[in-house]
């Protein structure tokens, strides 16, 4: 049985996951004690237990650690439980399938003794076993999520989703992991860097795992789950520049092909373009306003940057947004009057399709531009109603201490 510690003596936990680990956990605690004695490290190896049926909690504790039920099925369920029942300062996080190296965490809690408040593992530093990656993810998978990841939160992190990592326990908990799937292993690192942590990597090795099942990753369920993890968290990127390019070449496209047909390098350009050109604004439109809602929503939830979210939130405003509406639907009804007018002076009978359609259609697109601002004005004042809610909480928490509310 392990000792019992109180928390102000324990240096370093090292995390274990684990749903029917029996194989392997064992050898994976001895490993991880037996490198906290030999480093003088006060610690504890605590697995966190995700409904194991194979007997792996008693396994736990005959080899010396502490068990705590994750009530939160899946891999990030039993880290997120884990941390909040961490002891340690410092929380050392591996699979608990004996495929890291346990019995070396020296540079990890070198690391985090300098004040770093995330340590990467780099398997591709380290080393990487025969036959303990699979082809895809050592070629395809990883190399590809970690570049995307370096690209999108510019990370200087070589792989995003080793499995063995260190941190700050309260840092961590600061941000207030939620995922419960394996993209928890993207959350960690994401949230941290977009919150200004201060990430290092360290090399780590990686050898074929002890379990004779297959493991619980899915390469195309999980790695999909990752790559939508890493989109959805970075809105600038993914939305805001590609809608602010979309619109612009639509607007340039829109009015000179509003004023008459274009020939470029021979060929000509005419009301057919013009159709997609209007798309392409109302469609840039949208990805910079579901960009900018996403900025909002992140600086309720510690994903992204306070400055980007407060200058949108002036942009997206309601005021803002309807007197800008407004102004887009008269012009368009302008231009729907000029046209029908010009239909009129004809007696309304057979039309120049083409000269119509340069008035009908920038008006019909400004309308659409008109009423879709203004309701984006409408949303994005619900969220500055929880922004106001928020700090309304917060004050009155000060000024009047925590409240006791009473069911009964």
């Not at 990592?165 to 690192?189: H, I, T, W, Y």
């Not at 008459?260 to 306003?289: K, W």
């Not at 008035?359 to 106001?388: D, E, H, K, N, Y």
Request: proline letters at 4%; hydrophobic letters at 45%; charged letters at 20%.
């Amino acid at each position: 049985m392990a000792r019992s510690v109180r928390n102000d003596e324990v240096e370093v936990t090292v995390l274990l996951p684990c749903l029917n680990e029996a194989e392997t956990l064992e050898v994976c605690i001895r490993k991880a004690r037996r490198s906290l004695d030999e480093l003088g490290v006060r610690g504890e190896v605590l697995v966190s237990d995700n409904g194991s049926t194979d007997g792996s909690q008693e396994i736990a504790v005959r080899a010396g650690a502490r068990v705590s039920h994750a009530p939160m099925r899946g891999y990030g369920g039993a880290l997120i439980n884990g941390v909040e029942q961490a002891r340690g300062r410092y929380v050392i996080m591996a699979d608990a399938d004996d495929s890291y190296d346990l019995s070396d965490l020296g540079p990890f809690i070198h690391e985090l003794r300098r004040g770093r408040d995330v340590v990467m593992g780099n398997r591709f530093r380290g080393g990487i076993a025969d036959g303990a990656m699979p082809f895809l993810h050592r070629h395809l998978g990883n190399p590809v999520l970690s570049w995307l990841g370096r690209r999108l939160f510019n990370l200087n992190v070589g792989d995003f989703h080793c499995g063995i990592r260190g941190f700050n326990r309260d840092r961590v908990r600061q941000l207030q992991l939620c995922m419960p799937g394996m993209e928890f292993a993207s959350e960690l690192v994401v949230r941290a860097a977009l919150n200004g942590y201060d990430i290092t990597e360290v090399p780590t090795t990686l050898r074929p795992d002890g379990r004779s099942r297959p493991p619980h990753l899915r390469t195309w369920r999980d790695g999909w789950r990752h790559l939508r993890f890493l989109l959805v968290f970075a809105p600038r990127k993914m939305l805001i520049w590609p809608g602010a390019v979309l619109f612009t070449v639509g607007l340039i496209g829109t009015v000179t092909l509003a004023v008459g047909p274009l020939v470029v390098g021979g060929i000509g350009f005419d009301v057919s373009t013009l159709v997609y050109t209007c798309l392409a604004m109302l469609a840039g439109a949208q990805l910079l306003l579901f960009g900018a809602f996403a900025l909002i929503y992140g600086r309720y939830e510690g994903i992204t940057d306070l400055r980007q979210s407060d200058r949108w939130s002036r942009y997206v405003r309601l005021e803002t947004c309807t007197a800008g509406g407004i102004a887009l639907i008269l012009l368009g009804l302008a231009g729907t009057i000029l046209a029908v007018a010009t239909w009129g002076a004809t007696g309304f009978g057979a039309q120049d399709a083409s000269d119509t359609m340069r008035v009908v259609l920038p008006s019909s697109t400004a309308i659409g531009l008109g009423a879709t601002l203004i309701f984006a004005g409408l949303f994005s004042s619900l969220l500055s109603l929880r922004r106001v809610s928020v700090a309304v909480a917060d004050q009155q928490t000060s000024e009047l201490g925590p409240l006791v509310v009473s069911t009964h």
